[in-house]
């Protein structure tokens, strides 16, 4: 579920920061722009393990701050296919459900195509229903422990908000009467539940 990968940047330290020893300060830099943000094609990234290379700093005209070259290990969240994960269940709509692993990464998504066959919504549930046999249903509760399999990784380029569309999101938000959008992740994984053993672990202790 975890990996250590190998990542090269070029890190600016700010003046304000000159008094910590260069470990120290660019270790704060790496993690105020990696930890807890997506890596394209890569992961979510934890947090920075350790440094690899550092070069000498280098100043440029006009700016107090000094760049570095660096060469780091970051520890990336990225299930390979095929891994089996333990989540709770964030959501059910009558396209599939949503998965969240303990609130630390919530764009999880089975689509009811990769659910036991026969599996059905339940509007006035507001949960999936899989009728096991003749006599038995069982339900994906939502805040339920489920198991199941990744299928994918999915990465999207997102662009950064501008400042007006932030302003716009802003103004959406004291709208009550104003839908909200929601946009794709830039890192999102798809899991199915087809085989003996995955959906809810209640139903198999």
Request: net charge negative; aromatic share 12%; charged share 25%.
């Amino acid at each position: 579920m975890f990996i250590l990968s190998k990542i090269s940047d070029l890190v600016r330290i700010p003046p304000d920061q000159f008094h910590r020893d260069s470990i120290s300060a660019i270790m704060h830099q790496l993690n105020k722009r990696y930890a807890n943000k997506i890596v394209p094609r890569i992961g979510l990234c934890v947090t920075i393990y350790d440094l690899l290379e550092v070069d000498q700093g280098q100043l440029k005209p006009g700016d107090g701050g000094s760049y570095i070259n660096v060469t780091f290990r970051a520890i990336i969240f990225k299930p390979f296919v095929g891994e089996i994960i333990t989540g709770w269940i964030a959501e059910c709509t009558n396209e599939g459900i949503k998965v969240s692993l303990s609130g630390a990464f919530s764009d999880i998504f089975i689509p009811k195509n990769m659910l036991f066959e026969g599996c059905y919504f339940a509007p006035e549930d507001n949960a999936w229903v899989w009728p096991m046999d003749e006599e038995t249903k069982l339900y994906f509760d939502i805040n339920e422990k489920i198991r199941f399999r990744v299928e994918k990784e999915v990465f999207l380029d997102v662009k950064p908000k501008s400042p007006k569309e932030k302003e716009l999101e802003e103004q959406a938000q004291n709208d009550e009467e104003q839908p909200k959008v929601e946009k794709p992740p830039a890192y999102a994984l798809l899991g199915s539940c087809q085989t003996d053993g995955m959906g809810l672990i209640s139903w198999w202790e």
